[in-house]
């Protein structure tokens, strides 16, 4: 069988020192593939060295790593991308081991597990990352091995219909959750990680971007489960308003006469408020099964190497 075309993706900001070796490192490792290295708004040489290097370049300035991976899928038509950080933490062995882990299996999305002979990662970063993982356990049902690796294989079945609305780290996660949400198959493989490459920065910043993840993964609950979030709220408004209501309920049934006219007002509003919400989950979750169904109709459409049937 023929081997499948590969391009190799590296979203960059500022990696002029790591940038040359991650190049050379990936070419020796994947001689056939295509490496695009896609320039975040640099403010260093990391293009020039990236070209010097053997790398095809693409530049995109709107900041943010969500963004340069979009544009750059916009112009790759290889059967499977490997995206990869272009700071020198993945080895190129990882890539390999889930470029052959496809060959093997095939899979829509496969995600190198970072695995570390020492700690690399700050504490901070490791309570976020098993904090998010929980998250999207208990709202979408499935454990992924690692929600932020930066080391990914995706199908041309994948990422030509996945779509990435996300800006910046967001990058990672809403990639898995499209995947648990569209049905596409996944495999979590570990991977050899290391250290960034010498003379260079994270661009990660703690509560920063953890906030922002944090905002997105709020928003792709409401989008992607509606029912669950607004049905969420409407237990909590019935809840909150059976208790304003319980003393204006329970003073009626014994005199038959209400003089907490205000508290009686407030729990039948909280009650109206709750079941319009209930209402406007149950319509959300209808709307979105038929685009869900519609969807995987499209899907359809390619066949077993991705590519759209005639």
């Not at 940038?19 to 050379?24: E, F, K, S």
């Not at 112009?75 to 470029?99: Q, R």
């Not at 493989?189 to 250290?195: E, K, N, R, S």
């Not at 319009?276 to 499209?298: A, F, P």
Request: aromatic share 10%; hydrophobic share 45%.
């Amino acid at each position: 069988m023929t081997a499948p075309s590969l391009t190799i993706l590296i979203p960059c900001l500022n990696e002029e020192v790591a940038i040359p070796g991650v190049v050379a490192e990936y070419q020796q490792a994947f001689p056939q593939a295509r490496i695009l290295v896609v320039d975040n708004g640099s403010t260093d040489a990391t293009s020039a060295r990236a070209r010097a290097a053997g790398a095809d370049v693409l530049v995109e300035s709107r900041r943010g790593k969500a963004k340069a991976v979009a544009t750059a899928l916009a112009h790759i038509n290889t059967d499977l991308v490997l995206m990869v950080d272009g700071d020198g933490s993945y080895p190129a062995a990882g890539g390999k081991l889930l470029y052959e882990r496809y060959c093997e299996a095939p899979a829509d999305m496969i995600t190198g597990v970072r695995q570390t002979k020492h700690d690399v990662f700050r504490p901070g970063h490791q309570w976020g990352t098993s904090m998010f993982a929980t998250f999207v356990k208990a709202v979408f049902g499935q454990q992924p091995g690692d929600v932020f690796s930066g080391l990914r294989l995706f199908s041309r079945r994948f990422y030509m219909n996945a779509p990435v609305l996300s800006r910046g780290f967001e990058l990672e996660i809403e990639l898995t959750i499209q995947a648990i949400d569209k049905g596409f198959t996944t495999v979590d493989l570990p991977i050899p990680f290391g250290d960034r490459a010498h003379g260079t920065s994270s661009k990660l910043k703690t509560f920063r971007d953890g906030t922002r993840i944090l905002r997105v993964l709020l928003v792709l609950f409401r989008d992607y489960r509606p029912m669950r979030f607004f049905g969420l709220i409407a237990a909590c408004g019935f809840l909150l308003g059976a208790l304003a209501g319980a003393l204006p309920v329970y003073e009626f049934i014994q005199t038959a006469y209400v003089s907490r006219v205000p508290m009686a007002v407030l729990a039948a509003s909280i009650m109206i408020i709750s079941t319009v919400v209930l209402l406007v989950g149950l319509i959300l979750e209808s709307n979105l099964r038929h685009h869900r169904e519609m969807y995987h109709i499209r899907l359809r459409q390619f066949g077993k190497n991705g590519m759209p049937e005639e």
